[in-house]
């Protein structure tokens, strides 16, 4: 096993990186920029190397630097988190041919899938059900319209090199088609150096859905059942679960299974997601490959009782995995939530600043996974994610009114953040029935401007109520002992929901 490991990333992911590598006695070494001289991760980790000037493309993107560091400190692996270097196979690469192990899938997987036209034939050689659209890339007009013609309107043309929403463009018509192709074309060349674009049918009211799943050295690949990430704003999710509260176990077992075989005809190692989205017939279309750890992989981690990293961290050391696919069994339900550093008030706006206070949510079914201190400056020069609140429950009633418990606890001041966000969400009755799909967020929001004014006025009230009550406490303070005040649970509470109005 590994004695060292270089953790080539920042914030909530570098930490959850370290706590992997302590519980295996396994010295962690992180770096940082200029920006993050005081952040959490380096003070958790036994030594911290800094790797240049705030902007990411001077510090935490710079290959080279990051793998001299690695050498340099003794390192015999590095982890690269998820995001910055994580998706890069010629960091991969460069990483294998300085003599380290990348934690993650090799190189060539990486290239391979990191191309969504080739990601689509190695499905379509597995018999998974694909999107309908084009295999290749559109070549010429010609073709795009005849592909156009076969597939139907409304379409998608999309980046063969994109991903995750990235070089997306909707055509209502078949008068769009010339333009929109053209544009989607120079916008690819632009974002990702490659102006290659392929077609997709429009799948509406679409579901997403990813499989987890892990693949050794040893041709052993296994999946961990599947996560909703249907609710999303801007093509960023905001809160996952797992399972699906619309799966059912037959539906994971054929998923599951088209993931394992798309991934080993990959040849796939460590741990990866298989996108799907899934019409209202439950009918599922393979989307593509994220070859990393997920931001939310904690949601799978707590149903299946496997921890990712650590099979991340052994697999990568040539170790089998730890249990076989008929040992994973699926219990409960865990749902996460990502409080963002971003102002839900105003249109998400980022908040970057100094955390004046800084109290967690714990008890039955909490976990936290965190990259802040209070006193601790956020910088802007990064995502805006602070930290993940993820809770457990037997059922989805239960881990909702844990999740709601659990909100209302967590005390972040001094920025804004989505907390009050998540306040709102957990008691929103489409949410609590489990109606998820990827327009929820919008519907969410046009909902809530319709009952707003109401929401305000009651506010009013239980303010006028509270400093009623504080008042009079005040004025009769001997009399007091007639009339308990309120528990302060509540006062807080109030506030909390307050502060979320506000
Ligand atoms: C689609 C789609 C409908 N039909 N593809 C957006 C993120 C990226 N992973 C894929 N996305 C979509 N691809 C076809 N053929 C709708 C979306 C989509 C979406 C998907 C998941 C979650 C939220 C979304 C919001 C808008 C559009």
């Not at 120079?186 to 679409?206: C, D, H, L, N, W």
């Not at 730890?322 to 990502?338: K, L």
């Not at 004046?356 to 996974?369: H, I, L, N, T």
């Not at 504080?470 to 005040?485: C, F, G, L």
Request: charged share 25%; glycine share 8%.
């Amino acid at each position: 096993m590994f004695t060292k490991i270089l953790i080539a990333n920042r914030g909530e992911i570098a930490v959850r990186i370290i706590r992997a590598c302590r519980e295996m006695g396994i010295s962690p070494v992180a770096i940082f920029s200029q920006a993050d001289e005081r952040a959490l991760h380096v003070r958790l980790a036994d030594e911290a190397y800094c790797v240049g000037p705030p902007p990411a493309m001077e510090s935490y993107l710079r290959m080279e630097t990051i793998i001299d560091v690695a050498r340099q400190a003794g390192a015999q692996a590095i982890h690269p988190g998820y995001g910055f270097l994580a998706e890069n196979p010629e960091f991969a690469r460069a990483v294998e041919d300085a003599g380290l192990v990348f934690i993650g899938p090799g190189w060539e997987a990486m290239a391979l899938l990191g191309n969504k036209t080739r990601a689509r034939h190695i499905a379509r050689r597995v018999g998974a059900p694909i999107v309908p659209g084009s295999i290749e890339p559109i070549k010429d007009r010609h073709e795009l319209h005849r592909q156009a013609q076969a597939v139907g309107y409304p379409l998608l043309l999309k980046a063969a090199a994109g991903g995750g929403g990235k070089g997306m463009r909707l055509v209502s018509s078949p008068d769009e088609l010339d333009a929109a192709f053209r544009m989607a074309q120079s916008e690819a060349r632009a974002a990702f150096g490659q102006e290659a674009v392929y077609i997709e049918k429009v799948i509406q009211r679409p579901r997403h859905i990813e499989i987890q799943i892990l693949g050794d050295h040893h041709g052993n690949i296994v999946h961990l059942g599947e996560r909703e990430c249907s609710i999303q704003r801007r093509h960023q999710k905001v809160i996952e679960e797992c399972p699906s509260p619309l799966n059912d176990p037959d539906l994971r077992q054929r998923m599951g299974d088209v993931a394992c075989r798309i991934a080993r005809e990959a040849g796939y190692q460590n741990a990866g997601t298989v996108e799907f989205l899934v019409d209202e017939q439950k009918n599922f279309y393979f989307l593509e490959i994220n070859t990393r750890l997920q931001v939310e992989h904690p949601v799978t981690e707590w149903v299946t009782g496997v921890d990712l990293v650590r099979e991340q961290i052994r697999i990568a050391a040539g170790h089998p995995l730890s249990f076989r696919q008929d040992e994973i069994q699926w219990r409960g339900v865990a749902i996460e939530c990502r409080i963002y550093a971003e102002d839900p008030e105003r249109e998400f706006m980022p908040s970057p600043g100094r955390i004046a206070r800084y109290r967690p949510p714990m008890g039955p079914g909490v976990r936290v996974d965190s990259g802040v201190y209070a006193g601790w400056e956020v910088p802007l020069d990064y995502d805006p994610l602070l930290s993940k609140l993820i809770v457990w429950g037997r059922t989805r009633t239960e881990a909702i009114e844990r999740l709601g418990r659990a909100l209302d606890e967590y005390v972040l001041d001094g920025i804004r953040t989505t907390i009050p966000f998540y306040r709102q969400i957990v008691r929103d009755r489409e949410f609590i029935a489990g109606h998820l799909d990827t327009g929820y967020v919008d519907r969410f929001f046009h909902r809530r401007s319709w009952e707003e004014p109401e929401g305000l006025l009651r506010d009013a009230a239980l303010i006028a109520a509270a400093l009623h009550t504080r008042q009079s406490a005040v004025a009769n303070q001997t009399a007091d002992h007639r009339r308990p005040s309120e528990s302060p649970w509540k006062t807080q509470g109030r506030w909390a929901l307050l502060n979320s109005r506000l």
